[in-house]
């Protein structure tokens, strides 16, 4: 047939020419001319060498180093490049018999023959150096350098926290980690995580067929250089966490210390705690396992799981609501003579003169006035039912970071408790409960519960007047003067400031004539308040809350001691301390910390 | 002759994927569980099929050209539907342990149709009529195909444009393509302003030199406009058209990114396997990059480069030859047919087959972005062996009918 285009299957003939020779010389290109693609007749492989980055380090306030690394190796397999190696000689070069060399390999071919795998972990410095040597002789195996963490104080473990391989649930859900990574897994070396990690660097070297690295694949033209991990700069103060340790030693509890004007956490103590060094490398699992069968549960971190009744440390927070709420002013006097009575309920008090005002009721801590208060604050007629004045009551209470967690830069914390009505309502039935149903709340005891945390915040929030910022334990982030701009936030309570005179006022006069006056030092003003918290466990818990100097306070404190009896005895006296410890740099009452240093409470009880 | 190279090709194409594939546990090129026995499988009922259509009248093909064409898109259509979903495409049935993928198959349906639309008197490519409904029968199956998606398999609908062409579509789409590419590219490469202003100046150049007539100047403000604005929206057709992988890999082929452990992976491996060939290859089974599976895909899209790194400059070119002859020879063959329906079949046949074989192989080589189309007779896979096979025994058919009609 004929085609009036027929001409045009020339055309097509030197298309299909052209792309032909394209082709073969692009071929001749790659495979002949350029020596870049090509490696060299014995056989070279490439292979990806993963750069892990130095882990971030993490200093105290004042730069002392808190964590570092140090350098242990791995001994890595690929199964598939295993050949004809000597068993006995691997076996004795690494220090494990035969029988466990075998289970290894068959365990570690079953998951992957082509993927690197950990054959023996953390091999020690010596093994490693005749290892390097004989190596070549080991196809498949190579040696992998990793970090390990490492205190040079040990304190702060729970702050800090530790660090451990990553399970397979965790590789399936980030593919950034691989079998043998290490991954935060508390404190926060968890919630800091990316940023203390960097980011992995690949090096592709050319290795030949005794599996010696030869140089870099192109001269590192495809490498991607590893990133290291930022350095944390915590706002603690080593020495001061150093010293609440101490003080803690043989007790059960714990201490916490704020600065109030910018919310860092100045010292966390959970007591009794444990040297992080011992959650390190390979004797990890068994101490872990270990210190989690220790009844006395060193790996809780009481400063914010657990949670405690305040005691009459919560009267300061009672008087400042009642101030808001409008029932009370300072001038407010109440007689007292042995309790308070109302119907069958009975609050003891101890013995103090009578009446008192408000700032003398904080002095003498005096239970029968703030029942009182509780009492006009519930009964308030306009209000118009129980429920809508305990709700405004409420209201006011979360406004001191109760009852709510602080999501801050620490994990796992607990957010305190603060009844609702509704819990009421459920336990005694709808309209069945009244404030002398729940008057042990005046008087910090019954449901109400807080975290040694949230006691040290509200310390903060009268040193400062009024306000808080969220407390936190990260100042700057890669750099020093990198601060950190998450916790800026000014959060007011649902208090004014002009209440609070009174109230501070109060607390000054606790230490320096009140029941906390043992603790009182003459060249400092320091405000606090003594609590001791009924606990139906054991004997009470001895509490104390204080901030210092009285105007410009520097520091805010919790101190919270497991069954130890009065809040006077035990909880000032640390608080005290600490305060000296940290306005003064060191402790001249040293009959009083002497005493502390040497009580064992844990093995009393 | 054409029956001699398929044979051949097919066969070089089998021991390629054993090595690929070779596992120490199966030694068998025989062994059903691995790929290659399973290729082995596939070539036997091509095989089949072959011989199959070999005695049928060659005239069935043209007088059910519609019907197998509209079979076909059902099954497209049907995909989408109760098709299995794999890596977030339905492109495949899954009948027993085999699956069927119909994009493989409307190939060679879409060339039936067309050779039978094209063929039909009085239809000439000149009239609008005619090129509209051209579009159409292409445009069905490539749309259901991206709908699967699979942009790779919609793609190769463009090799029709060689069959048109044959046909006497003018050269100038072809122009207009290759400046559209040329301009896409310099977009990609460049600012776009920079290329803009390039445009403007080429255009004050021909300014220059042409007639200053009125005509002449307002189709080349309009060239130019046209131009600008194409090169202008590359970058916003880039962004927001495209998907995430297939940016990769333009920018892979553009040297714009240098991700060897991501997208540009696979190209930059598959470079190295066919560079580590050298002159003459490092042998058979002996290919270290495929054995320790540096490559991915490295029995379907990647065949090549177990061919380049075992066989070397040498073997490779020879594929290359063998190809390129292939396709000489089905279109010297389709010239001296003499029905109509029978050239524009074997021109269709050749277009599709070579379309694969340039984007596959260009793909390995790094000069074509990574769109994943099988190589034709080598790639691992029973449709697209099934409908390959199809593909070309029916025009060799066509061919030896040539004579027995009137």
């Known amino acids: 047939m004929k085609n009036t285009y027929s001409h045009r299957k020339y055309v097509v003939y030197i298309i299909l020419g052209i792309v032909g020779t394209i082709f073969i010389l692009r071929l001749l290109y790659i495979q002949v001319i350029n020596d870049k693609y090509k490696l060299s007749a014995s056989n070279n492989v490439l292979r990806y060498v993963t750069e892990y980055p130095a882990r971030g380090l993490i200093y105290d306030r004042n730069g002392k180093l808190l964590v570092y690394n140090e350098a242990v190796y791995d001994l890595m397999i690929v199964p598939r490049n295993v050949k004809n190696i000597d068993t006995t000689e691997l076996c004795n070069l690494i220090g494990i018999s035969k029988e466990m060399f075998i289970k290894k390999i068959k365990k570690i071919c079953k998951y992957s023959m082509y993927k690197p795998s950990v054959f023996e972990k953390q091999i020690s410095k010596e093994s490693c150096g005749y290892l390097q040597e004989k190596l070549y002789k080991f196809h498949g195996f190579y040696v992998q350098t990793r970090a390990l963490r490492k205190y040079p104080l040990p304190v702060a473990a729970h702050t800090l926290g530790y660090i451990s391989e990553v399970n397979p649930y965790i590789i399936e859900k980030d593919k950034y980690y691989k079998p043998g990574d290490y991954i935060g897994k508390s404190g926060i070396e968890k919630t800091y995580e990316e940023v203390l990690r960097g980011q992995k660097g690949v090096k592709i070297k050319v290795v030949d067929v005794f599996n010696r690295e030869k140089g870099s694949f192109q001269d590192g033209r495809y490498d991607t250089a590893s990133i290291a991990g930022k350095n944390l700069y915590t706002s603690i103060d080593a020495d001061l966490q150093a010293y609440g340790e101490l003080l803690m030693k043989n007790k059960k509890g714990s201490i916490v210390a704020i600065e109030p004007s910018t919310g860092e956490i100045l010292a966390l103590v959970s007591s009794p705690s444990y040297n992080p060094n011992l959650l390190v490398g390979r004797i990890r699992s068994k101490n872990y396992e270990n210190l989690a069968h220790n009844k006395l549960e060193p790996l809780f971190n009481r400063a914010l799981m657990a949670q405690y009744p305040p005691g009459s440390t919560f009267k300061p927070v009672q008087a400042l609501i009642g101030q808001q709420m409008g029932v009370l002013s300072p001038e407010t006097k109440y007689e007292c003579h042995g309790g308070f009575h109302a119907g069958s309920i009975t609050v003891h008090c101890h013995n103090h003169r009578s009446p008192l005002n408000l700032k003398e009721a904080i002095q003498y801590s005096c239970n029968t006035y703030f029942c009182k208060v509780f009492k006009t604050i519930i009964n308030n007629t306009d209000f118009k039912t129980t429920q809508n004045a305990f709700n405004v009551w409420r209201k006011n209470i979360l406004s001191f970071g109760l009852g709510t967690k602080f999501n801050d830069d620490l994990p796992y914390e607990l957010s305190g408790n603060i009844p609702t009505d509704k819990y009421y309502d459920k336990y005694y039935g709808k309209n069945r409960w009244s404030y002398l149903t729940i008057i042990s709340l005046a008087i910090g005891q019954g449901e109400i519960e807080l975290t040694p945390l949230q006691l040290a915040n509200v310390s903060a929030i009268i040193a400062n007047r009024g306000y808080y910022y969220t407390p936190h334990i990260v100042k700057a982030i890669g750099n020093k003067y990198n601060a950190n701009e998450k916790y800026k936030d000014k959060h007011f309570t649902s208090v004014e400031s002009k209440y609070f005179d009174s109230v501070v006022e109060g607390m000054y006069l606790v230490v320096e004539a009140g029941t906390g006056r043992w603790i009182k030092m003459d060249s400092l003003s320091i405000c606090g308040k003594t609590g001791t918290a009924q606990n139906p466990h054991g004997k009470e818990h001895s509490v104390f809350m204080a901030f210092a100097p009285k105007d410009n306070p520097e520091i805010a404190i919790s101190v919270i001691v497991e069954n130890a009896g009065f809040g006077a005895t035990w909880a000032a006296p640390i608080a005290g301390l600490m305060i000296e410890k940290y306005i003064y740099r060191k402790v001249k009452r040293k009959n009083m910390e002497t005493r502390i240093i040497n009580c064992d409470l844990i093995s009393k009880n | ?406």
């Open chain 2, 1 to 406: 002759m054409i029956v001699l190279l398929y044979l051949l090709l097919i066969f070089i194409g089998w021991i390629n994927i054993y090595s690929a594939v070779y596992n120490e546990n199966h030694k068998s090129i025989l062994d059903i569980t691995q790929n290659y026995g399973k290729q082995l499988i596939w070539i036997a009922t091509s095989i089949i099929l072959a011989v199959f259509i070999l005695f049928i009248d060659s005239k069935i093909f043209s007088i059910f050209s519609y019907v197998i064409y509209g079979i076909s898109i059902l099954l497209l259509i049907g995909v989408l539907f109760i098709g299995k979903e794999v890596s977030g495409a339905r492109s495949w049935f899954q009948i027993g342990s085999f699956a069927l993928q119909p994009s493989e198959f409307a190939k060679f349906a879409t060339n039936l149709a067309i050779a039978k639309y094209l063929s039909s008197p009085n239809i000439k490519i000149k009239y609008l009529k005619t090129k509209t409904l051209t579009v159409v029968i292409l445009g069905i199956p490539a749309i259901l195909i991206l709908l699967q998606p699979d942009a790779g398999s919609a793609i190769i609908y463009l090799s029709f444009l060689f069959v048109l062409y044959r046909e006497g579509m003018s050269g100038n789409i072809f122009i207009i393509l290759l400046i559209a590419l040329i301009l896409f590219s310099s977009a990609l490469l460049f600012n776009k302003f920079i290329v803009i202003g390039a445009l403007a100046v080429i255009a004050l150049l021909f300014l220059f030199f042409i007639k200053k007539k009125r005509k002449e100047i307002v189709i080349l403000s309009t060239a130019f406009l046209l131009c600008a604005g194409f090169v202008y929206s590359v970058d916003y057709v880039f962004e927001n058209v495209l998907e995430k992988h297939q940016k990769d890999r333009i920018n892979v082929l553009y040297g714009k990114t240098k991700d060897i452990k991501g997208v540009g992976y696979n190209v930059n491996q598959s470079k190295i396997a066919i560079g580590s060939g050298g002159f003459l290859g490092k042998g058979f089974l002996q290919g270290t990059q495929t054995k320790y599976n540096f490559v991915p895909e490295q029995s379907t899209d990647f065949i090549f480069c177990t061919i380049g790194e075992e066989w070397g400059f040498v073997g490779s070119s020879i594929v290359i030859i063998l190809f390129i002859g292939l396709f000489t020879r089905i279109i010297f063959i389709a010239e001296r047919q003499r029905f109509k329906f029978s050239i524009i079949y074997g021109y269709g046949t050749v277009a599709i087959l070579f379309f694969h074989f340039i984007i596959n192989i260009g793909m390995t080589l790094g000069i074509v972005p990574v769109i994943g189309i099988p190589l034709p007779f080598f790639s691992y896979g029973g449709s697209s062996l099934w409908s390959f096979t199809i593909l070309l025994f029916i025009f060799v058919k066509q061919d030896a009918d040539r004579l027995k009609t009137l």
